[in-house]
């Protein structure tokens, strides 16, 4: 029988797995340990075998990113959601329709070729871009049901003006766009559809703000350093995933739950997968009210203040995340619960199951230990928080070019 010419290779990294384990002096982490070699033989691997280039066990990235014929198979993405916003299928079912000019928005009378004037149409669309492109917009960008915002294979800038909004809206998906810099917009009108639009008071610039919507897919973006959140849902949001983001330098990053009186977000349900949360982050990754949030193999690398918080009893759970707890001692916990006491925050449904906390980093947990209490809160199935690394290396917007695979 042949020996794979990769074979040694992976032989050696697992005897080098053996000494770190048996060697005398102690190991100060063993679980980072396991996670460096499981590392290093992937990318041995991947070095070796071309066809494991896809094999990260990111289901996401591993259901279309080894097509080498992506971009004409655009649509497939959206049968590649999962979590609770998996039966997202924005523009799956509508035209390709191609952004030619990232200039000129008006906010009342959008020019064809435009991505305010493709948002804004009745029927599903599938929306890509000729070009590299920043697009600086006017005012919110009020996207109309059915469409899926396709930044890949150009690179795509949301930056210096308001930014997107879903408003009582259903089945988007937006994927590959660099959205930055966004500020509050409003006192205006604007159209959010061919035959209507209407008055905007002043907006949070929110880089996405999700109002009242559902069947949302958020994949692949890159945000930082808008004006209130980076991503913020409300108002009875819901069927919500954000996934493969990686977010950076901002303050109050994610909003779930627009307040502790709002009880139309109970049956809110968010995943959050897979993301990066990396440098100068403060707080708020989530922020949950109400509802059922189901936090699974993110990258924690940065925080100041906390990583996740809530208020008004929401459920989270929280499986297969990598925690790596700031240098100050007075932040190491992951966890906050908010406006209320511990006789009251302690009946809250929050879990910590497979999670690895490295540099002192605790998570608080509260409320019942039985599996059922988290049913609502369960969307997918965890992967070791070891898996981490490779899963998130690809985390944000990816530099697909076209002709090539992704």
């Not at 009893?313 to 240098?327: C, D, E, K, L």
């Amino acid at each position: 029988m042949a020996i794979h010419p990769c074979f040694p290779l992976l032989l050696m990294h697992a005897v080098l797995a053996l000494r770190a384990f048996s060697s005398p002096s102690p190991v100060q982490d063993p679980e980072l340990v396991v996670q460096e070699v499981n590392e290093s033989i992937l990318n041995a691997s991947r070095r070796n075998l071309g066809f494991l280039s896809c094999g990260t066990g990111n289901p996401i990235d591993d259901c279309w990113r080894c097509d080498p014929d992506w971009e004409n198979n655009r649509r497939r993405l959206a049968d590649c959601a999962i979590g609770f916003g998996k039966h997202a299928i924005g523009g799956r079912d509508g035209k390709i329709y191609m952004v030619t000019d990232p200039g000129g928005d008006d906010p009342m009378d959008p020019k064809p070729g435009t991505l305010r004037h493709a948002v804004i149409q009745d029927e599903p669309l599938w929306i890509v871009f000729a070009r590299d492109m920043v697009i600086r917009l006017k005012e919110e960008l009020i996207v109309n049901s059915f469409k899926t915002i396709d930044g890949r294979g150009a690179s795509v800038h949301l930056a210096g003006g308001p930014c997107i909004t879903m408003q009582y809206v259903t089945n988007i998906i937006i994927h590959g766009i660099n959205i930055h810099d966004c500020k509050p917009g409003g006192n205006a009108y604007v159209r959010d559809s061919p035959d209507h639009y209407g008055w905007r008071t002043v907006s949070d610039g929110d880089g996405v703000s999700v109002f009242g919507g559902s069947h949302i897919w958020v994949d692949h973006c890159s945000l930082s350093n808008c004006h209130d959140g980076l991503i913020d849902a409300i108002h009875g949001s819901t069927a919500i995933t954000l996934s493969n983001n990686y977010f950076t330098h901002h303050n109050k990053v994610m909003l779930l739950g627009h307040s502790d009186t709002s009880t139309h977000d109970k049956n809110m349900q968010v995943t959050i997968a897979f993301n990066h949360f990396g440098e100068g982050l403060v707080q708020r990754m989530p922020r949950c009210r109400h509802g059922y949030f189901h936090v699974v193999n993110n990258d924690y690398t940065h925080w100041e203040m906390y990583a996740i918080g809530g208020s008004a009893a929401p459920t989270i759970n929280s499986q297969g995340n990598r925690f790596v707890a700031p240098n100050d001692v007075f932040n190491k916990e992951v966890t906050k619960h908010e406006d209320a006491p511990q006789s009251e925050w302690k009946h809250w449904n929050w879990r910590s199951e497979g999670d690895l906390m490295m540099n002192g980093a605790f998570f608080t947990p509260s409320g019942a230990g039985a599996s059922s209490s988290y049913a609502r809160a369960s969307s997918l199935g965890a992967r070791p928080s070891s898996r981490v690394g490779p899963i998130t290396a690809s985390a944000g917007a990816l530099g697909c070019k076209k002709g090539k695979r992704c």
